[in-house]
């Protein structure tokens, strides 16, 4: 079966400290994998997506970065956290095929 | 979300219809989606529209979508207390791109 496992669920970091969010799928092969975050009481975001290993497409210029070093991996990171990067942060793929979204549990950011 | 706009509340009594507006952006969308959110979690999907289409029902669920003014509703019949979530609408654009609404938080009185 397909499944999105995303960890960890919640986070308390510093500022300036690094961060790095993972995200891996199970049971599919060559997906689309996105980055989204919610900052509190706000939407959804769109940060980064992947239509490949290595591809990564920046929609939002910010203090975030992303990366894909395998097919089914895609991994979030900062080299020094702000205030404001915190909020609640969604992996979501994408299979060719599929209408919608599957999206992982989420990762609760706070930066302090 | 880019562009893509909900009211940011609703309130409904138990057993009453619950309707959720959204307006989005892009004319050249080929999907259109609800997502539903509970507190602390992912986003489920709900259900989709395909852009030529005016109409789908499922169960309890009736989208509507009014193409030529961008208008995109969902209505749910018998509202349950387990209805009570947030209710984000989706454009799908290029590159499989979703763009969000900021959500409705419905909240479902008993």
């Known amino acids: 079966s397909q499944t999105i496992h995303q960890w960890p669920a919640t986070l308390v970091q510093p500022v300036g400290s690094p961060l790095s969010l993972e995200c891996t799928v199970e049971g599919t092969s060559n997906p689309n994998l996105y980055w989204y975050r919610q900052a509190a009481g706000r939407g959804l975001q769109l940060l980064f997506y992947?239509?490949?290993?290595?591809?990564i497409s920046s929609e939002v210029p910010q203090n975030l970065s992303a990366s894909r070093p395998q097919d089914r991996q895609f991994i979030l990171s900062s080299k020094k956290l702000l205030l404001s990067d915190s909020g609640f942060y969604l992996c979501a793929w994408k299979q060719t095929g599929s209408e919608g979204y599957t999206f992982g549990s989420g990762t609760r950011l706070t930066v302090v | 979300g880019e562009d893509v706009e909900q009211s940011l509340f609703l309130s409904v009594r138990e057993g009453d219809s619950s309707v959720i507006n959204c307006t989005y952006t892009?004319?050249?969308?080929?999907?259109l989606y609800w997502y539903k959110q509970e507190p602390g979690a992912g986003l489920q999907l709900l259900t989709y529209i395909f852009s030529n289409m005016d109409m789908k029902q499922d169960q309890r669920l009736t989208v509507l979508l009014n193409k030529k003014d961008k208008h995109l509703s969902l209505r749910i019949a018998d509202t349950q207390t387990g209805d009570s979530a947030i209710y984000f609408c989706?454009?799908?654009?290029?590159?499989?791109?979703?763009?969000f609404g900021s959500g409705t938080k419905l909240n479902v009185k008993p």
């Open positions: 992947s239509v490949g290993i290595g591809q």
């Open positions: 989706a454009e799908r654009r290029s590159f499989n791109k979703f763009y």
């Open positions: 892009d004319s050249s969308s080929t999907y």
